[in-house]
């Protein structure tokens, strides 16, 4: 079982539409969670990082944990076309060791 | 500005050769890592370190070597025993816990990564 499972889309909304991006763990130890945004070609840049249950936002975007099932969520309101990227959640274990990464979903936001 | 810079970009290479990747941070940062990315795959992690002269393996470590004798340096030689070298390549670096000053988040700063070809 992998550590973080990921859907790897693609998915494709128009521009201003709710994303929902989804991801499940299996580990329920102390731990951070991450999404990451990374355009072709280019490293994985930090969005969001959370490690309470409930929501953090920034701006158009909100980071959902729900511990008791294991699921974590990451929300982009009004959706733009610069919005198009591989999406990624991570989650890493409290000494920061190791991260370990869900296969990404690809995010295309059409104009 | 603080960042981690890889080098090369791009890089071919042909069967048999080894090849090294580079990956250099300015961040103070205790940790590196070295990760694959393939399509559909998601990130793999090859090897990491979390001081100096110290390092351990990841999940795909075969066929791969690193070397840390600096805190700003960590480079990735890929072997001719990787059977499959055609990939992404990203860096990472953290300050982990118990960093005084700066970040200490847990928050994972990639480089721009270098795509290896083989020929």
């Known amino acids: 079982q992998k550590e973080v499972e990921q859907d790897p889309g693609p998915l494709s909304v128009p521009e201003g539409a709710i994303v929902s991006l989804n991801c499940t763990y299996s580990?329920?130890?102390?731990?951070?969670f991450m999404w990451y945004r990374q355009y072709s070609r280019k490293g994985p840049e930090l969005l969001m990082y959370t490690y309470s249950s409930g929501n953090k936002e920034d701006g158009r975007f909100t980071a959902q944990v729900d511990k008791s099932s294991k699921y974590i969520s990451l929300f982009i309101r009004d959706s733009q076309p610069s919005d198009s990227a591989t999406y990624l959640c991570a989650r890493s274990l409290y000494n920061f060791n190791k991260f370990y990464f869900g296969s990404g979903t690809k995010l295309n936001v059409k104009p | 500005d603080g960042g981690i810079t890889q080098s090369p970009k791009y890089l071919f290479r042909k069967e048999g050769q080894n090849v090294t990747l580079s990956c250099e941070q300015n961040l103070n940062h205790d940790a590196m890592y070295w990760y694959r990315q393939d399509p559909g795959q998601g990130l793999r992690l090859i090897y990491y370190?979390?001081?100096?002269?110290?390092?351990q393996k990841g999940d795909i470590a075969e066929g791969y070597s690193v070397s840390r004798e600096k805190k700003e340096s960590f480079p990735l030689t890929v072997t001719s025993a990787q059977k499959n070298p055609t990939a992404f390549y990203l860096c990472?670096?953290?300050?982990?816990?118990?960093?005084?000053?700066?970040?200490?988040?847990?928050?994972?700063?990639f480089g721009e990564g270098s795509r290896l070809t083989v020929l």
């Open positions: 370190s979390q001081i100096v002269n110290d390092f």
């Open positions: 990472a670096s953290t300050s982990g816990p118990g960093t005084s000053g700066g970040l200490n988040t847990g928050e994972l700063f």
């Open positions: 580990n329920s130890a102390f731990q951070y």
